[in-house]
């Protein structure tokens, strides 16, 4: 097969023009994070994460909103309008955008402004109760402004329903709990007075209260994701062990400290112990992880100690992006100890697709010195809450033998934050990374395919205080054939910890 060092050029060509991959949804969980600061008035902090986001996915469109809104919450009206701008212009039917377009003209006192952007928003939208209502208001406002030219007319009690929680009213809750009772009174729709309300009664300590409003929110705008988000909160600080949880999560100072760190090193160590035949054996490895704007560059240093055996790999490993949810990964390693596959050689392509589900299809080339092998594979996997789960399959070609077939399960539950989870990966089949074994006296090279095994393996990553540093911990338990004689299996446990640490 050492004709298909050529084929795969061409097969790595024709999997970036053809394949699908994904972003991930690290991307969604980001963005929940930002908005939930945004409307505990923790707006600078909220940019640093969406300025992330935008930076990854110039077109998100939730995030270019929220950013434009925390700009108008703060004052600074004409920095909301030139992103408003752009986005009604882009984006005839984004409701949400126009909303806010209006509102932030309503914030810096220009009505007839805001009127105008309503009727020019309604040409779009037609029946959107919301568009509607806010030109009512503006009717109203404007028709109070005609009847007494020359006074300026203070709208701020009226204004403030339309905000979500300012720092400025601290203090004033049974005046601030007066008005947003009003508004939500007349307007059931009004979702950002609802948002007011609740987070007004959170900083007064009326936790059952603001949980009780949330719940009425909800069932007038039910699915609506800010409140939906403000209710996950309130239950949270109800619940003190939850709290406790998640005090890492709404740490703003670190959490923005982490954001900015675009470097990484990753130190890992492994061993395997055998219930027969093998001594244990050693792996370690050494990484640096850059983060760029086309995304990650991973030079990496393998090394490992087997049947007495010293030996090191030198790998990179890419993750160039093209697009908000279409990205590859493409890898190269080298080495010259018998331990290792002199070459190893992969490219995957990942797309993003709807309902949380994402795909990737892509191949793998082993160069053992004496033979080489292609295997291709893929994945399909579901994002569902805190949930993912993904399978992936390898396929790998025999000269006058039938296909081989092998599979993998991972599955994975997200707890405090989108980097720390526990999770459980099982395998049947031949498995294309297993470990260093000898045949007839002969060391064989790092894959070898074509032999039965089962493996399961537990694993948790967590990030603990300070936040630089991460950690993950796995402990496995291996069943596979001997090569030097089909039928007869050994068993060997494993256990590995690696180290994260960003700067």
């Known amino acids: 097969m050492k004709g298909s060092t050529n084929h795969i050029i061409i097969l790595f060509l024709l999997l970036l023009g053809v394949a699908y991959g994904q972003e991930g949804q690290a991307t969604e969980l980001l963005f929940s994070e930002a908005r939930q600061m945004a409307f505990n ?31 108008s919450w703060e004052g600074n009206y004409e920095e909301a309008r030139k992103h408003l701008n752009r986005m009604t212009s882009g984006e005839r039917e984004n409701q949400e955008a126009w909303v806010a377009a209006i509102k932030n003209e309503m914030y810096a006192g220009n009505l007839h402004i805001a009127l105008g952007l309503t009727n020019k928003a309604l040409s779009f939208l037609p029946a959107d109760p919301e568009l509607i209502g806010l030109r009512s208001v503006l009717l109203a406002q404007n028709q109070k402004e005609a009847q007494a030219p020359g006074v300026e007319e203070d709208f701020s009690d009226d204004i403030i329903a339309l905000q979500p929680k300012k720092q400025s009213w601290k203090g004033k809750y049974d005046k601030a709990r007066i008005r947003f009772n009003t508004y939500t009174s007349e307007d059931p729709l009004h979702q950002q007075a609802w948002v007011g309300a609740i987070n ?183 994002y569902k809450g805190n949930y993912y789960i993904s399978l992936r399959p390898y396929l790998t070609p025999q000269a006058g033998q039938p296909l081989s077939f092998s599979g993998s399960l991972l599955a994975r539950k997200y707890t405090r934050t989108k980097e720390d989870y526990w999770g459980f990966r099982a395998g049947v089949g031949y498995n294309t990374d297993l470990k260093q074994l000898r045949r007839d006296d002969v060391l064989l090279s790092e894959t070898i395919l074509f032999v039965s095994s089962q493996q399961l393996q537990l694993e948790h990553q967590f990030r603990p205080g300070g936040r630089t540093s991460m950690y993950r911990a796995n402990l496995g338990l291996l069943r596979q054939e001997f090569a030097a004689d089909p039928g007869n299996f050994f068993y060997a446990v494993s256990g590995g910890l690696q180290y994260f640490f960003d700067f």
Request: hydrophobic share 40%; no cysteine; aromatic share 10%.
């Open 41 to 71: 008035g923790q707006h600078k902090a909220a940019r640093s994460k969406l300025n992330t986001i935008l930076a990854y996915d110039p077109g998100h469109s939730d995030g270019q909103t929220l950013l434009a809104k925390t700009y």
């Open 200 to 382: 007004n009664e959170i900083d007064a300590g009326n936790l059952n209260i603001a949980l009780g409003l949330a719940n009425k929110a909800l069932i007038n705008l039910p699915g609506d994701r800010e409140l939906l988000v403000l209710r996950a909160h309130i239950l949270k600080l109800i619940d003190p062990v939850a709290a406790r949880e998640n005090e890492d999560i709404i740490t703003v100072a670190q959490e923005k400290k982490n954001i900015n760190r675009s470097n990484r090193i990753v130190l890992s160590n492994q061993v395997d112990v055998f219930d027969k035949a093998f001594d244990p054996m050693l792996y370690g490895s050494f990484e640096y992880v850059k983060e760029t704007a086309y995304g990650k560059i991973i030079p990496r240093l393998l090394y490992s100690n087997r049947f007495n055996t010293d030996g090191l790999q030198y790998e990179l490993e890419i993750y160039p992006r093209f697009s908000a949810k279409t990205y590859a990964n493409l890898a190269y390693a080298y080495s010259s100890s018998p331990i290792f596959p002199a070459q190893r050689a992969g490219a995957e392509v990942f797309s993003n697709l709807p309902k949380g589900i994402e795909v990737s299809l892509g191949a793998r080339y082993y160069d053992f010195k004496e033979t080489d092998a292609l295997v291709y594979t893929g994945s399909i996997g579901l």
